[in-house]
């Protein structure tokens, strides 16, 4: 199982990007999914997750402008990034709590949480 992202890039500050992240391989079943982000110097923060059933929680710092969301049927999540700000610059990894497919003994296997390579995102002052 792999997570591919995707989509970021250099912005100027009140710009939009769109990030997304797909899943690559065979899933038994997928829990919660999220976004975080690194800056240089920085640790690892979460910016937004969203559960199975679609229910978003996101940081204070990007609450209201960025929207976090999931296409079940194509094991993909989205970050949409609006109002970006010079302090959103960072990579940002694609995370998913989930079980691969091992066949009919999947539901005996509990999930772990996978990352995806990171994309960058720069925005410009």
């Known amino acids: 199982v792999q997570l591919q992202a995707s989509g970021g890039g250099l912005v100027q500050a009140g710009g939009s990007l769109r990030l997304s992240c797909s899943i690559v391989g065979e899933i038994f079943s997928i829990n919660d999914m999220a976004w975080y982000r690194q800056a240089p110097g920085k640790e690892r923060e979460s910016v937004a997750v969203?559960?199975?059933?679609?229910?978003?929680n996101y940081a204070d710092s990007v609450q209201g402008r960025f929207t976090i969301s999931r296409d079940n049927a194509k094991n993909v999540i989205y970050l949409q990034m609006n109002d970006l700000k010079p302090e959103d610059t960072a990579v940002y990894y694609c995370?998913?709590?989930?079980?691969?497919?091992?066949?009919?003994?999947?539901?005996?296997?509990?999930?772990?949480?996978?990352w995806g390579t990171g994309t960058q995102v720069t925005v410009s002052s």
């Open positions: 995370n998913a709590d989930l079980t691969p497919y091992y066949g009919s003994g999947s539901k005996y296997h509990s999930p772990r949480p996978y």
């Open positions: 969203i559960t199975s059933g679609g229910f978003a």
